[in-house]
């Protein structure tokens, strides 16, 4: 079955301790992404991947690291999470083509306290 | 540059009567557009995608959006509301460049289903 699976789904953490959150895609695409979604704010767009070893700055890169060693394999690296981090995370995928269409995770809930 | 506007965060309708879901767009590229839907603590679902070929889109569970170059408009439609549509709604706006292949989500519009 085509799908992106992103661990943990929940998470609750302390103001800097490091965490990651892991994105797998087993659908062969070049293309990979983050989101945050807040109330009000929709989903605004991390960091993105066109293929491996090439990252680029979405909308909202600070205090976010990501990393694309392996096509499959796209995850985010809260290196210090501070509470403005708690969110609601989706990882994306697709093929590269702009009329692809984006496959999302289940989403990642993340409590910064 | 690119963004999208979804000109009502929360519409609500009868059951059986017409769903008008709005978003608007601007983009500096030739974009496709999509609408996602996304249930109470679920991910998000395709109902359908304009990519340049007919202007009138069909999508899943009877949803229709029509793309007007003209207007910079990508409205939801669907002619009879059903309360399993009670969700929220993303309008979204692809455009690929050589600056890069950036995603740019509405605000959302929350859909409300009446019996």
């Known amino acids: 079955e085509a799908q992106v699976t992103q661990n943990p789904r929940y998470l609750i953490t302390v103001t800097g301790k490091k965490l990651t959150v892991t994105c797998s895609q087993n659908?062969?695409?070049?293309?990979m992404s983050w989101y945050r979604q807040d109330p009000g704010l929709g989903l605004r767009q991390i960091y993105y991947?066109?293929?491996?070893?090439?990252?680029d700055k979405g909308d909202v890169p600070e205090g976010y690291k990501v990393s694309r060693k392996e096509k499959r394999n796209f995850p985010l690296i809260l290196e210090s999470p501070s509470p403005n981090q708690t969110s609601l995370y989706f990882c994306?995928?697709?093929?590269?083509?702009?009329?692809?269409?984006?496959?999302f995770g289940e989403g990642s809930w993340l409590t910064v306290v | 540059a690119q963004s999208v506007t979804q000109l009502d965060s929360h519409v609500s309708v009868s059951e059986g009567t017409p769903v008008l879901l709005r978003c608007n767009y601007s983009?500096?590229?030739?974009?496709?557009l999509f609408w996602y839907v996304q249930h109470p603590n679920k991910g998000l679902q395709l109902l359908l995608k304009?990519?340049?070929?007919?202007?009138l889109v069909k999508g899943i569970n009877g949803f229709e959006a029509e793309f007007k170059k003209s207007e910079t408009s990508f409205h939801l439609t669907k002619p009879s509301a059903h309360m399993s549509d009670a969700a929220e709604y993303f309008c979204?706006?692809?455009?690929?460049?050589?600056?890069?292949?950036?995603?740019?989500f509405g605000g959302g519009t929350r859909l409300m289903v009446k019996p």
């Open positions: 994306a995928s697709s093929f590269s083509g702009s009329g692809n269409t984006i496959y």
């Open positions: 659908m062969n695409h070049e293309y």
């Open positions: 991947s066109m293929n491996v070893e090439v990252t």
């Open positions: 983009s500096s590229y030739s974009p496709s």
């Open positions: 304009y990519t340049s070929a007919a202007t």
């Open positions: 979204v706006v692809r455009g690929v460049s050589n600056a890069g292949n950036m995603l740019t």
